[in-house]
């Protein structure tokens, strides 16, 4: 594996990493910012959205518009193609903490997990939500029982949706059932001994790479626990990770010197990129 080079930086908090026709997406969580950027153009990311808040999670609603986790104001933000914002569901009823990443499946129901608590203010930890929205953006809690929900990914030719819990050192799965209900939880992957799991991708031996944000480096893991893979950025906080390029075999790795926002006063933040053997697995197209 080479070592990974510098694609963009003068980021604040990079997350919210995804490839979908040709380009990657990400949110800036400290700058309320998303972009879409064509790594191998040599210009510099295109802001597409701007929203008064920490965006991350992004993902794709059935007629094409963005879908964007807006944390603190616990809002699923639709930004259709023409740029114009509204709300495309509304979480603040269900928690008071803030709302996290998100992935949508085949059947376009987004999948978005809660933090609990507030984190930042460190509060008492307690259970995590996640949240399923219809296509049409009614939502319901459909589990409130982990530990931290953060990046999830659903596996390739698949009903499983696999989600890191941050603070458990694992990755939980679940069977999508038909009405879109998370059943049959179970430990996917217990991770290394101090293991933080945030963003997720997968490839197509769904093998499961993880951003081990406390820890300086990314993860491969298949299920059972397995590491195969590992990449180290020393002191960095890696917050992301996606798999793409013409061959689906670059990953684009996201990292910040801090994911406290009370520490990202510097644009520190940068996305890498590294060749990888396996190439990325496409998510659900609903």
């Given at each position: ?26 949110s ?23 929203i ?25 933000i ?12 509304d ?11 998100m ?29 399923v929205l ?13 530990v ?8 390739p ?43 997720l ?7 499961v790479?993880?951003a081990?944000?406390?820890?300086g ?12 893979d ?32 009370s520490?990202t ?9 590294v ?10 197209r609903?």
């Open positions: 594996m080479s070592a990974p080079t510098v694609v963009y930086d003068g980021l604040r908090f990079p997350e919210g990493a995804r490839w979908r026709d040709g380009r990657l997406w990400f800036d969580m400290h700058t309320g910012e998303i972009f879409r950027a064509d790594p191998v153009s040599g210009k510099p990311p295109e802001i597409v959205a701007r008064d808040d920490q965006p991350s999670g992004l993902g794709w609603a059935s007629d094409g518009s963005l879908l964007v986790s807006s944390m603190t104001r616990r809002l699923v639709r930004v259709d193609p023409a740029g114009t914002q509204s709300v495309f569901a979480l603040s009823g269900y928690t008071d903490a803030p709302i996290n990443d992935v949508v499946d085949g059947d376009g129901r987004a999948y978005v997990g809660g933090f609990g608590y507030d984190l930042y203010a460190d509060a008492p930890q307690r259970p995590g939500p996640i949240f219809e296509p049409n953006g009614d939502a319901r809690i459909v589990r409130d029982d982990l931290f929900p953060n990046g999830s990914v659903v596996l030719g698949s009903r499983t949706l696999v989600v890191a819990e941050t603070w458990a050192a694992r990755l939980t799965a679940f069977t999508i059932a038909d009405a879109g209900d998370l059943l049959d939880k179970r430990v996917w992957a217990p991770l290394p001994a101090g293991a933080t799991p945030d963003g991708c997968v490839d197509v031996e769904s093998g790479w993880v081990d944000i406390s820890n480096r990314f993860l491969r893991v298949t299920e059972g626990g397995d590491v195969t590992r990449i180290e950025v020393g002191d960095r906080a890696p917050a992301d990770c996606t798999l793409g390029g013409a061959d689906g075999r670059t990953l684009y790795l996201l990292t910040a010197n801090s994911w406290q926002p520490e006063g510097v644009r520190a933040g940068r996305v890498e990129a060749d990888v053997d396996v190439p990325g697995a496409d998510q659900p609903c």
